[in-house]
């Protein structure tokens, strides 16, 4: 039986974001962005949306003691499975989440070699007026304002760096937890978005 509960970890760049949508949509589960709920948190002022605000307004990571129930909430109030992207990210909110499900989630992880990922930030566009990331194949102007595509500043190099070195202090342990368990399936996520799949989909 497939889990209708699932966690889908990889670093920045590895496509993580799309796999993570497309195997939601394909097996009708509820998709959580914690990028959006934290979005939505800020747009409503919630209590913790509140909380949340300095650390985002700084660029930094929000703690568990504000994820961790902010994403319990969402998950609360679903009737069917869930997909998670970006979280947990840390081991804390990786046992938060066990301890608050009578079915424990099974999480896959797209692996990419971090010089595949450096190649793929290297070549993304930006669009210099809106900012909004081209996807691939999308040129020379941009699909929302019509704006400029360009390669991304150059601090975006260090600030792409900078955000592996924050993956692989905070997530591998996740990672390696949800392996000890036998809980991990790890998905070679290198070629294009659909051989990807194939293999997401397993
Ligand atoms: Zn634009």
């Not at 938060?96 to 896959?108: F, G, Q, V």
């Not at 971090?114 to 040129?139: S, T």
């Not at 592996?164 to 342990?173: A, I, M």
Request: proline share 7%; charged share 30%; with cysteine.
């Amino acid at each position: 039986m497939k889990s209708r509960h699932l966690v889908f970890l990889g670093p920045p760049a590895s496509g993580k974001g799309t796999q993570g949508r497309r195997l939601a949509d394909d097996q009708g589960l509820a998709y959580l962005s914690t990028g959006a709920l934290l979005r939505q948190a800020l747009r409503n002022q919630t209590e913790l949306g509140e909380r949340a605000r300095p650390y985002l307004d700084r660029g930094e990571f929000v703690p568990d003691e504000i994820m961790v129930p902010m994403v319990l909430e969402w998950v609360g109030h679903q009737e069917n499975g869930w997909l998670l992207d970006g979280f947990p990210r840390t081991l804390p909110q990786a046992e938060a989440l066990d301890e608050a499900l009578s079915e424990e989630p099974r999480a896959i992880i797209l692996h990419v070699p971090d010089e595949e990922l450096r190649r793929r930030v290297a070549c993304r566009l930006e669009c210099v007026d809106c900012h909004r990331v081209a996807r691939e194949g999308e040129g020379p102007t941009c699909p929302t304002c019509g704006g400029r595509l360009e390669p991304r500043a150059d601090d975006a190099s260090s600030n792409f760096e900078n955000r592996l070195q924050e993956y692989r202090r905070l997530v591998l342990p996740t990672i390696s937890y949800y392996c000890r368990k036998g809980r991990a399936r790890i998905v070679n996520g290198t070629g294009s978005p659909d051989e990807v799949y194939g293999r997401v989909k397993g």
